[in-house]
């Protein structure tokens, strides 16, 4: 007997046994003798049942996930002494790997020759893929360090319960104890990421701002919507004596384009999800085009066929989608007494959305040109940006409108324009209670 790919000779029980038994259990199984010599002479056991407890147990303890369904563990009697014979098969949730290390190289073996040694990144991912089936959410996360703090968070904000039995239920957690691929999106050490973009105007030529999201895709969620609804303004109107108040875009319509973007994303491609804000529309490109046998058609009937079933259970669960294939509808619904419609286009690899500002089509089809700063001036915050957007619809503004386009008081209206002449933003025009204010040219 020599030692070779499947087989292996300890001479006593030791810890690193559970090298040879994961590396059997990843490659194509084999037999670890305990009890015999280099040579493949027969040394013994004097402690049979003690050594193979001992052996169980710690394979027990050290391995993810659970091996023992493919080992087995026997005496046999080899040159007149007893032998513990170690038998592993080849698992089917490879890669297995050293709990206390984890998927990477350190903690996964393989069997080359008459060695265990550290299998490499490529072969890691490739056992992924042969044993996760289709679906990316359900493969097993490479990282298996993962924290929850900010999705425990948002579920128990919701009053829904996120204990173990919930994450298991969820298939946050797989069948074998481990974290899949859909713990690692909730979780805070989430791969995937949301890129916001501002431009000047309607092409991609000057940026006013620019932001990256990580962390759970429930944090990404609220963080890219409360971004986007800064610069959602709102328009004023008025019918006669009432004030009418008309946001660019439906909150709805965001609402339902920022969750199909991350629910329906191909996450098994790498590269972020992309928002785009300009003057006269948003755009929400997503990662992964249709989902195989769904035509463009089929998605605008209202047909669903959910590319990550789970993530969208999730998202179900936590009341945040009420009926799976409703979005496009409420879309274009949202803008259906609008001149102005949502496009929605998809390549193989991409799925893009596109939010008109309905206040931008009245403004530029209707009424004058819209009145620029012509030094350029970059508004310091929200509240000058608003300021500035009033001249769109007039030449002068007064402090009365300031007030009501803020919702400020008189006095944080003041401290606005004032700051705002300071900068030679704006102009005083007249005095008194007839002060007006224009953008300077």
């Known amino acids: 007997m020599l030692e070779n790919k499947t087989t292996e000779f300890k001479r006593e029980y030791m810890d690193d046994i559970k090298y040879a038994v994961i590396a059997f259990a990843n490659t194509d199984g084999g037999k670890i003798y305990i009890g015999m010599n280099d040579d493949g002479t027969a040394r013994g056991v004097e402690d049979v049942d003690g050594t193979m407890l001992r052996v169980t147990n710690m394979i027990r303890d050290a391995v993810r996930p659970d091996v023992t369904m493919f080992m087995e563990c026997a005496v046999e009697v080899i040159g007149g002494k007893n032998v513990v014979v170690l038998t592993m098969q080849r698992g089917t949730s490879r890669p297995y790997y050293l709990h206390s290390k984890g998927v990477r190289p350190e903690g996964v073996y393989v069997r080359q020759g008459a060695s265990s040694v550290p299998a490499s990144e490529t072969a890691i991912l490739n056992m992924i893929k042969e044993t996760s ?13 993962l924290t929850f703090e900010k999705t425990a968070a ?9 204990g173990e039995n919930q994450q298991r239920s969820l298939n946050i957690i797989s069948e074998d104890g481990t974290y899949s691929n859909l713990g690692m999106l909730l979780s805070d050490q989430c791969v995937h990421t949301i890129k916001l973009a501002v431009f000047d105007g309607s092409v991609k030529s000057v940026f006013r701002d620019r932001k990256e999201l990580g962390g759970s895709l429930l944090e990404q969620l609220e963080e890219a919507y409360a971004y ?8 004023a109107e008025f019918e006669g004596l009432d004030r009418i108040d008309k946001r660019d875009y439906p909150p709805e319509a ?21 928002i785009s804000i300009f003057d006269d529309r948003i755009e929400l490109v997503t990662i992964g085009g249709l989902v195989r046998g769904i035509t463009f058609d089929d998605i605008m009937l209202g047909i669903s066929v959910l590319r990550n079933q ?3 259970n999730v998202f179900y669960r936590l009341r945040l989608i009420e009926a799976y294939g409703t979005g496009m509808l409420k879309i274009n619904e949202c803008y259906a007494d609008y001149d102005v419609k949502p496009q929605i ?3 193989n690899n991409a799925f893009k959305i596109t939010l008109p500002n309905t206040n931008y089509k009245k403004n530029t089809a209707t009424e004058a040109p819209v009145k620029t700063n012509p030094k350029k001036v970059v508004p310091s915050d929200m509240r000058e940006e608003i300021v500035i957007g009033l001249f769109e619809n007039d030449d002068t503004i007064s402090r009365k409108d300031v007030e009501v386009a803020l919702k400020v008081s008189q006095a944080t209206a003041v401290s606005v324009l004032r700051k705002m002449v300071e900068k030679e933003i704006l102009i005083k025009e007249n005095g008194g209670k007839y002060l007006r204010y224009r953008l300077k040219e």
């Open 133 to 145: 089936g289709d679906r990316y959410e359900d493969g097993r996360s490479i990282n298996q360090q």
């Open 154 to 162: 948002y579920f128990e904000k919701k009053k829904v319960e996120f």
């Open 228 to 235: 986007i609804d800064s610069f959602n303004r709102t328009r």
């Open 254 to 274: 965001l609402r339902e384009a920022l969750l199909n973007a991350i629910v329906h994303r191909d996450y098994a491609i790498s590269g972020p999800t992309l």
């Open 310 to 312: 789970h993530l969208a």
């Open 345 to 347: 286009e998809a390549t």
